[in-house]
């Protein structure tokens, strides 16, 4: 028997204003895509900006449905987007902003266990960390290095 022990880090800024230039261009986007999202249901709207490698920014929201399995997660929405629309891009980096309309969202939101999966595929076949920035609707933005920094144990086609 053998323990094992996993680190993983990430930086946390105190509010949008602490950001570079160009996250907060990034996280201003995610804040826009999240002002569309169609969040009838749990009035919980959440946006995501991707920044490819051509400087393209592709956004993404939940789309929910009155059959609720069959809504969409903001951060599957843009990855997708963007593998469909430039599958030859790489993602340098993701932010992401989630607010609510029955409450004050003030801590950071980070991608669901389903769409980590979702977006590691793509940093596994780019064989290239991209980044994540996550906030609520105001306070503390979360930044990590890398998808795997979300996902340790993570799956991908190596194993098939
Ligand atoms: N949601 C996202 O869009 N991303 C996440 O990572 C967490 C949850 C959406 C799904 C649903 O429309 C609403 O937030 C409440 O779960």
Redesign the pocket.
């Known amino acids: 028997m053998k323990k094992i022990e996993i680190k993983t880090s990430a930086t946390v800024y105190k509010d949008i204003s602490a950001l570079s230039t160009e996250d907060k261009i990034l996280m201003n986007k995610a804040i826009e895509a999240r002002n569309n999202?169609y969040?009838p249901?749990?009035k919980?709207?959440?946006g995501a900006a991707l920044l490819l490698e051509n400087n393209k920014i592709v956004l993404g929201?939940?789309?929910?449905n009155a059959a609720y399995p069959s809504?969409?997660?903001?951060?599957r929405v843009a990855i997708w987007k963007a593998s469909s629309e430039y599958p030859n891009f790489k993602i340098l980096k993701l932010a992401?902003s989630?607010s609510s309309s029955v409450t004050k969202v003030n801590k950071p939101?980070?991608?669901?266990g389903a769409?980590r999966q979702s977006l590691y595929e793509y940093e596994f076949k780019q064989n290239q960390p991209f980044k994540i920035l996550f906030m609520g609707e105001v306070g503390e933005i979360v930044k990590t290095e890398s998808l795997k920094a979300l996902l340790p144990f993570s799956f991908d086609s190596s194993y098939l």
């Open positions: 999202a969040a249901y749990s919980f709207s959440v929201n939940n789309q929910e809504g969409m997660c903001a951060e992401i989630a939101v980070g991608p669901c769409c």
